[in-house]
């Protein structure tokens, strides 16, 4: 159980021992404070729902297709093939299995999977270009399975990288890596954008503000949002039973982006490369489980 202080309790907030005082009127200064009902403080301060073993336990089943659908797809990547005939494979792996691709008509998007090739930061759309020798390419999967989601992406090389496509992918993986760091209860969510900051601008990369991470569980998106970038300290103190994902998208060049007019494809502004590694995590008794892990 978490100290009251270390959850950012407002004075005039409901008492989170569920008394239905304010704070500053029943636990705050009681020698013995009640415990504290995490899980309904989060659901009521936050609208994060903490996941039940059951919860966790679908979601890792989930996350096991994703992986695998990851894991057919890399087969697949090479120069001449193209990024449609990744979504059509990725798309009956889901169908053979019952699951559902949740990217195919979420908020009108057109396919089942996202393919981002070089310059595209993320929601790149397949279409019928082939991939060339010294491309990379982000596949970002969703799927749900018996009602519960899981998301994971990868960066791979087609063919053979240039140096420049070397050190985009290994930065962000990297951040992923250093984002785990941090992954404990009692840490915050600034802690994590904190930790991908630093090393990508160690590394002279720039981080994407405008898409983050997020909870996910029984919807697509849940909260909270996870910045990947922040300071220490700041922001929703980890408990136990938060899923989300951490997603970092690093950019060789500047962090400026435009969409496309597809209303999607999002785009680094000075044409840079950019790279992404994404998965899912829970928050455990002491650190964190990946519901979708792979080796970085």
Not at 94 to 123: Q, W
Not at 256 to 262: G, H, P, R, T, Y
């Amino acid at each position: 159980m978490l100290k009251n202080e270390s959850l950012k309790i407002g004075r005039n907030e409901p008492c989170p021992c569920g008394s239905g005082k304010k704070y500053k009127k029943c636990c705050m200064n009681a020698d013995t404070p009640k415990p504290v009902d995490v899980a309904a403080l989060y659901a009521r301060k936050y609208d994060i729902h903490l996941k039940s073993p059951e919860q966790v336990a679908g979601m890792r089943k989930t996350g096991r297709l994703v992986l695998e659908t990851i894991d057919l797809l890399e087969t697949h990547i090479r120069p001449g093939v193209t990024t449609n005939e990744l979504n059509d494979l990725a798309h009956q792996l889901a169908m053979d299995h019952g699951a559902i691709p949740a990217p195919l008509n979420y908020r009108g998007f057109p396919k089942s999977i996202c393919t981002s090739v070089n310059e595209v930061i993320c929601h790149g759309i397949p279409d019928d270009t082939p991939l060339k020798d010294g491309d990379i390419i982000n596949v970002d999967i969703t799927h749900i399975l018996d009602g519960y989601y899981a998301d994971a992406s990868k960066t791979f090389f087609v063919g053979r990288p240039s140096a420049d496509a070397e050190k985009i992918v290994r930065v962000a993986a990297q951040c992923l890596k250093e984002a785990m760091t941090m992954l404990a209860p009692g840490n915050t969510i600034g802690d994590i954008g904190w930790a991908i900051q630093t090393y990508a601008l160690s590394q002279g990369c720039s981080v994407v503000r405008e898409f983050v991470g997020h909870g996910i569980g029984r919807e697509f998106h849940e909260p909270p949002q996870v910045p990947h970038f922040g300071k220490k300290g700041d922001g929703i103190t980890l408990v136990p039973g938060m899923v989300f994902t951490v997603e970092p998208m690093i950019n060789l060049g500047r962090a400026e982006l435009f969409i496309a007019k597809d209303n999607w494809t999002a785009i680094t502004r000075d044409r840079s490369l950019s790279a992404q590694f994404e998965q899912t995590f829970l928050i455990t008794e002491d650190g964190y489980e990946s519901l979708t892990p792979f080796e970085l």
